[in-house]
């Protein structure tokens, strides 16, 4: 009985042990365990259930393999002296889960701290010497410039330390007060002048249509004009067409019935004096209404009227 007992005992008493020097170990997914003993790198536990030596074996430290993020913050100084604030995300992660890379995050840096301040340090020295080269006015639309800048440093050196960069951006850029109010006043004074200048166009183009609208309109008046003038043309040669058909026929029928044809000029020249009297707006004509005067008239209509005849 005293031996069984004393089995027992010291089975539960191993059991125990077990548990209190830490014979069985848990590693959570999505890390791993870098073991050392008496102060030296021995292995590294996966995930899972894992069997470490007690007392004699220490985990060193838990490696975290999934993604990090870190928010780093810093100030540059561009070509002309202006300070410029930064904000930057870095998304990183262990390069891989082998054995060198593990040690190389393991035993490169001696916490966590000073990894970051380093991370931070070297990000910061990167922009500074590409801001450096730049003046102020050209910051603003360098982002994606000055990212891939610190990429092709900073990936580098994360792989030394056992780590790879996923991704960096640059969440804000930002000046001083006084150089911000100064960048505001530019912009203004910029939209102000393009106003200025949008309104003097529009107006341009406002006085240029309504010139064209002027000069087409003066155009249309012209041709208008032209071909009315045309029409009174033909409309009076017509009209003088007619009459001297007409003065010929009648002279025609006259002559027919044994008259003077000079009746009919004779007509004329009483019907043109009545016209002249009746129509007359205190225009003055003077006509030689003598005997003498009439027959030099009626000599003068019947000469141009034979003229007329011998022609046709």
Do not use: C
Request: glycine residues 6%; hydrophobic residues 45%.
């Amino acid at each position: 009985m005293f031996e069984t007992l004393s089995f027992s005992t010291i089975i539960i008493a191993l059991i125990v042990l077990a548990f209190v020097g830490g014979l069985f170990v848990t590693v959570n997914q999505g890390t791993v365990s870098v073991v050392t003993m008496f102060g030296k790198y021995r292995r590294i536990m996966y995930p899972g259930l894992n069997f470490k030596i007690p007392f004699i074996e220490v985990i060193f430290r838990r490696v975290s393999i999934q993604n990090q993020s870190v928010e780093l913050q810093f100030q540059a100084i561009t070509q002309d002296q202006a300070n410029v604030n930064f904000k930057a995300l870095l998304l990183y992660a262990v390069i891989d889960q082998t054995e060198a890379t593990i040690k190389d995050v393991a035993f490169k840096f001696i916490d966590f701290g000073s990894l970051m301040q380093t991370l931070n340090r070297t990000v910061e020295g990167s922009v500074r010497g590409f801001v450096a080269t730049k003046r102020q006015n050209e910051i603003l639309g360098l982002r994606k410039d000055i990212v891939n800048a610190v990429k092709a440093q900073l990936d580098e050196d994360l792989k030394s330390w056992g780590y790879h960069l996923i991704d960096m951006q640059l969440n804000d850029i930002t000046f001083d007060e006084t150089i911000m109010q100064s960048m505001a006043q530019v912009v203004a004074s910029s939209n102000l002048r393009a106003a200025a200048e949008n309104e003097a166009l529009a107006l341009l183009i406002k006085k240029t249509k309504a010139a064209e609208a002027d000069g087409m309109a003066i155009k249309i008046s012209a041709e208008a004009e032209r071909e009315a003038s045309k029409l009174r043309g033909e409309g009076i040669a017509l009209f003088r067409e007619e009459v001297a058909k007409g003065m010929a026929k009648a002279a025609d029928e006259m002559k027919n019935a044994g008259l003077d044809s000079s009746f009919i000029l004779f007509s004329m020249w009483t019907d043109a004096i009545k016209h002249f009297a009746e129509n007359g707006k205190g225009n003055t004509i003077f006509l030689d209404g003598s005997s003498d005067g009439l027959e030099k008239t009626m000599k003068q209509m019947t000469s141009l009227a034979n003229t007329k005849s011998g022609r046709a």
